[in-house]
Every structure is written in C-alpha cells, then in structure tokens.
C-alpha cells in the first residue's frame, strides 16, 4: 500500500505507520480516526493501520500459543505488558487489567487512557521483538513493509 503524508498537525509529513512505529505514537492514530479527523484516503489508511496495529503476531507466535496481558501501575498509569504462554495464562490472569491474543497497541490507552506514554511502552517492546533493538532507526518504507505484510497479523 503506498501511504499519504500527513498535511497537518505536530506529525506532519509522516504516514500513519510512521507514526505508529518511529514516533511511537499510536494513540495519536487511534484518538485522531475516533475523532474524525481522518478524511478521504487518510481515513482508509487510518482504518486498515488500526486494525492490524490492533492484532499483531510477534515473532515466534504461533497461534494461540501466547496471551498478551496488560497492566496497571497505580491508578491512572499503563504498567506495560507480558506476553505469557498460553499454559499459564491462568496464574495471570486475575493481575491483569486486559488481555489480547495478539499485541494491541490500542491497549495502553484503554487500560489507562491518561497515560501520555502508555503506546510508546507498547511500541518499544514491539521492536524489541521484531528488530531486535529499543531503537531502531525505522524509516517510512521499513513503517510500511511492516503493515503490509500479512504474516505480522493474526
């Protein structure tokens, strides 16, 4: 898919990607598409990218194999996340504030939609995951091989 930049605001000049995962900012993305800023093709883009930012397979996950849990930490902060096999999915279970099958990055900002940081934390560990580092220098192709590969999605 080949993304549009955006015209206007404190990203713009980025693709939606881009700012999903160099700029680790999926709530602006998430918020911006329930506000209804996105028009036109942004609008196609902001859906298809949320979709798939909302169901993605680290690497190594088989399906079903893994439970992603998310946190507290103390009353308006997102505590991050833990991905747990699925045998002990159980013991953890009653400590977690949500849980998903694939990593959510709409997560932080549904467990504590206060927390400004909450989907870079998220963000950060899905590097760790795929690239293999916190930061990793991404730019806007390695953004969208990224969302357009079918087999990082459940």
């Not at 996105?38 to 996950?61: C, H, K, M, Y």
């Not at 963000?123 to 590969?149: I, M, N, Q, R």
């Amino acid at each position: 898919m080949t993304y549009s930049k955006l015209p206007t605001g404190i990203h713009a000049g980025r693709t939606l990607p881009e700012v999903i995962l160099a700029s680790e900012d999926p709530s602006y993305v998430y918020g911006g598409l329930a506000a209804g800023v996105f028009t036109g093709a942004l609008l196609a883009e902001a859906e298809a990218v949320t979709d798939r930012a909302s169901r993605i397979r680290l690497p190594g996950a088989k399906d079903g194999d893994v439970v992603m849990y998310y946190r507290h930490a103390g009353a308006e902060s997102f505590g991050g996340f833990a991905v747990v096999s699925k045998k002990e999915a159980r013991k953890c279970a009653p400590f977690a504030a949500a849980q998903s099958v694939g990593l959510d990055l709409s997560m932080a900002g549904k467990v504590a939609p206060k927390d400004p940081r909450g989907g870079a934390m998220v963000v950060s560990g899905l590097k760790v995951a795929v690239w293999g580092e916190l930061h990793p220098h991404l730019t806007a192709e390695d953004c969208a091989v990224f969302f357009d590969d079918e087999r990082n999605f459940f």
